[in-house]
Structure formats: structure tokens, C-alpha cells
């Protein structure tokens, strides 16, 4: 199954903006990784930007769970680009 790349851009003031939305986001995180589409997620340190990694059928599958994410409709992910990944290692 392809893998994909995901780069994200977080909002101005992140940590104070996601409360809300916090544990609703990891819910659905935890769900991702549970049914095998969501290899790992996570922050930059400077909590400026987030990268993961999703192995699904195709680009519109991992787009489609991005944005549903509480993250994305709540506009603390406001950007984001997926980029098919070829795993060389």
C-alpha cells in the first residue's frame, strides 16, 4: 500500500487555540493509528509545523482524514500538502 507524506502548518498562538479541540484530534488520532492508515504524527519543536506519515490507498484517503480533522475545521492546521512517499529503508 503507497505511503504518504504530510506537512502541515499550524495557527499564531497553537497552544492556547487547540484546547478546545485537543482531545477530540487525539481521539481521532488514536483511531488512524488503530486502523493502520496513520504510521505517526506529530509537532515540530518549535510548534510551528507537523509532519506525518500515512500509508493508505491513495492521496484522496489521506487528504479526506486531514480534513476531518477537529484540527483542520477549527483552523489550528491551516495549511497542509501531501506528498506521496517512497520509503527507500
Given at each position: 500500500m503507497p505511503k504518504?507524506?504530510?506537512?502541515?502548518?499550524?495557527?499564531?498562538?497553537?497552544?492556547?487555540?487547540?484546547?478546545p479541540y485537543r482531545q477530540a484530534h487525539l481521539d481521532g488520532l488514536a483511531k488512524q493509528k488503530?486502523?493502520?492508515?496513520?504510521?505517526?504524527?506529530?509537532p515540530t519543536k518549535?510548534?510551528?509545523k507537523?509532519?506525518?506519515?500515512y500509508e493508505a490507498a491513495d492521496e484522496a484517503t489521506v487528504r479526506q482524514l486531514i480534513?476531518?480533522?477537529?484540527?483542520?475545521q477549527n483552523g489550528i492546521w491551516t495549511d497542509?500538502?501531501?506528498k506521496e512517499w517512497i520509503?527507500?529503508?
Open positions: 504518504f507524506i504530510m506537512w502541515g502548518t499550524y495557527c499564531e498562538n497553537v497552544l492556547e487555540k487547540r484546547t488503530e486502523d493502520g492508515v496513520l504510521i505517526t504524527i506529530g518549535d510548534l510551528t507537523c509532519f506525518g506519515i480534513e476531518l480533522d477537529p484540527y483542520w497542509y500538502e501531501v520509503q527507500a529503508v
